[in-house]
């Protein structure tokens, strides 16, 4: 085989902006947080090491392994969070006092439609801080609908003529 004909690989550098692909981190709310954050890898030790690299050498092309683990880690965190986010919310409709999952379904449709109108005024925005704003504010606008949708989910599939169990000594919101 001719030397010339093997093909080249072409070496890309990783940026920080790099970082902003896909969708942002999901937001996690306070009723939920310990539950849904339990045993998930937050990647604060990577993150730390790539800060610490960026100090010291300045520029991201000497921390591209840095980089690279954060972004994974960073994926498969933000992957799980989303699921624990949708299936904590299912249980929550199958579980919750059915006017408490009513009241909390009516709370994020009101944060879907102002999602949506921040949206909507961020378009007009210009340049890289107006991409970082829909970027931004559409993750958090996908990540409401798809909490509502799980929520909604749950409530249907309670059963119409026996009320909610709630777990006696505990929250509504733990499982």
Not at 15 to 21: E, F, K, Q
Not at 93 to 102: F, T
Request: aromatic fraction near 6%.
């Amino acid at each position: 085989m001719d030397v010339d004909s093997q093909p080249t690989m072409e070496e890309t550098i990783l940026v920080g902006d790099d970082l902003m692909m896909g969708p942002p981190s999901p937001i996690i709310p306070p009723e939920i947080a310990s539950h849904v954050l339990e045993g998930v890898d937050l990647c604060d030790d990577i993150l730390r090491t790539l800060f610490l690299c960026l100090q010291i050498n300045g520029t991201e092309p000497f921390c591209q392994d840095e980089i690279s683990l954060y972004r994974d880690c960073s994926e498969k965190r933000d992957k799980e969070l989303r699921q624990r986010l949708q299936d904590s919310e299912h249980k929550l409709g199958l579980s919750m006092p059915l006017d408490q999952a009513k009241e909390r379904a009516a709370q994020l449709e009101s944060e879907v439609t102002s999602l949506e109108r921040r949206f909507i005024l961020a378009s007009g925005m210009e340049g890289i801080e107006g991409f970082r704003q829909r970027w931004s504010l559409h993750g958090r606008l996908t990540d409401t609908k798809k909490r509502l949708e799980s929520l909604k989910q749950g409530m249907e599939k309670r059963k119409k003529d026996e009320p909610a169990v709630v777990p006696t000594g505990k929250k509504w919101f733990f499982w």
